[in-house]
């Protein structure tokens, strides 16, 4: 038996140094621990039955209760399989990293050619000593994009999370406004039917009937609005929730009450620079670029660079040994244009970061102003408006107990108090949209908030009368 040579030892150590290893979580640790500093919810990643199973029991226990906009949030980062599928962009990402930990597998051929009687075999192992020697910063490169990935990942859990919270608020709210449309409904009926048989004995006029037949038209038509609004806000709930039977979803009957007062808080724009983690993300891209434009300038005239054994034999000569190095001679393309493509990437990535930071403060300081205005406008509404349309509809009530008003100017004072409760819920609403906005810049980039048009009750037909 032959003694292995030196190079045969030094490859077999740079094989067993080359093998890199998965780690257990795939990386997931991370994103679980982030979801829970910053909102308190868990997030899985189902990759196995058992897993899924486990997550599905915990979905059907909390769809059997009235569902709050926690509940409806834990569900989401539970069961969407829109999340599901980005999560294994983390594998797809940890792949790439432990690839660039490997040694490049080496080349080997084998070949034959006769001359008359003879027969000439050669042989010969490549390895690509390039790769080998770029491996560090290679996988130092892919690291970081893997740790770009898991924070893309985890603003993509957080997003989705905020995602369903206004997505629940809306649902909630258009819920809420199609029940007072319907009652707004019942009254404008009464008083279209009061009108019809009060014309049909001649006690009132053809263009009163008509005014209160038209009322009585657009509030159906605010009716049907309302419903079609209550069908769409609870179908994108569902769709981010990620259920199939819409009939489990159990919503309640109104929003939450407005807090007692906004906590206090001081100075947003450093919390966003501190915390947000899209500034995070282009802070490890521009560091990846840079690396690779180090490794782009150092390796700018070596395309190719093999390393080879070489072993020839026939049957009249004994056994050739050698070794031989190849390159690519840079006559034509001396890589200039990869390490100009690599400085304009460089640059462009810093011209984003840049804006990345500017539209962050921005964007807090929007959301932050957003939410005080709507405070404000939802207590104005709810502490000024609804009690002076309640004092004017009591007003109106004993008046009409003692026969100073009619029945129509009661039944006008009634649609002018659900235009009241219609415009309070709306602000209220509004109000929980902008607290979620906030919440979401300080983390990451917000999203736009989709506000659904609640149909607003139809102007007054009968104040007149």
Known sequence: ???????????????????????????????????????????VWTRDDATRERVQKRVDALLEKTLSADD???????????????LNTLGIAEADWAAAQRLPNPGFSIGRSTRGSEIEWERSLHFNLARILTMPMRADIE??????TRRNLTLEVLRLAS???????????????????????????????????MAEVGNWSKLKQAREQSFYADTALAVARAEQSRTQTRERLVRLLGVADAAKLKLPSRLPDLPASLPQLA??????MDSRLDLQMVKLESEALAKNLDL???????????????????????????????????????????VLAAESRYRQMLARARETAINARSEVREAHAMLQNQYAVARHVRDEVLPLKKRI????????????????????????????VNTAIESSRDFWLA???????????????????????????GGGH
């Not at 690291?143 to 770009?148: A, K």
């Not at 979620?436 to 607003?456: C, R, W």
Request: hydrophobic share 45%; aromatic share 6%.
């Open 435 to 461: 607290e979620a906005d906030l919440q979401m810049a300080l983390i990451g980039t917000p999203g736009k908030t989709m506000v659904t048009n609640t149909a607003a009750a139809p102007s007054d037909a």
């Open 72 to 86: 409806a949030v834990q569900i989401a980062l539970l069961n969407n399989p829109g999340l599901q599928a980005a």
């Open 393 to 420: 509809s009591e007003e109106n009530l004993l008046r009409y107990n003692g026969m100073l008003i009619g029945v129509f100017e009661l039944l006008a004072d009634a649609r002018s108090q659900l235009a009241a």
């Open 296 to 338: 782009t300038r150092r390796t700018r005239f070596i395309n190719v660079l093999e390393f080879g054994i070489a072993n020839n034999t026939s049957n009249e000569e004994q056994m050739q040994h050698g070794y031989e190095i190849s390159f690519e001679l840079p006559l034509f393309d001396w890589g200039q244009s990869r």
């Open 267 to 272: 100075n947003v724009e450093q919390q966003a």
């Open 163 to 197: 995602d369903t919270r206004k997505a629940w608020y809306t649902a909630v709210a258009a819920a809420e406004t199609a029940q007072v449309q319907r009652e707004a409904m019942e009254a404008a009926e009464a008083g279209a039917e009061l009108a019809r048989r």
């Open 143 to 148: 690291q970081r994009l893997f740790e770009q």
């Open 1 to 43: 038996m032959r003694k292995p040579t030196p190079i045969a030892l030094a490859m077999l150590s740079l094989v067993l140094s080359g093998c890199a290893s998965f780690s257990k979580d795939g990386g997931f640790d991370a994103i679980e621990t982030a979801t829970r500093s910053h909102i308190q919810k868990d997030v």
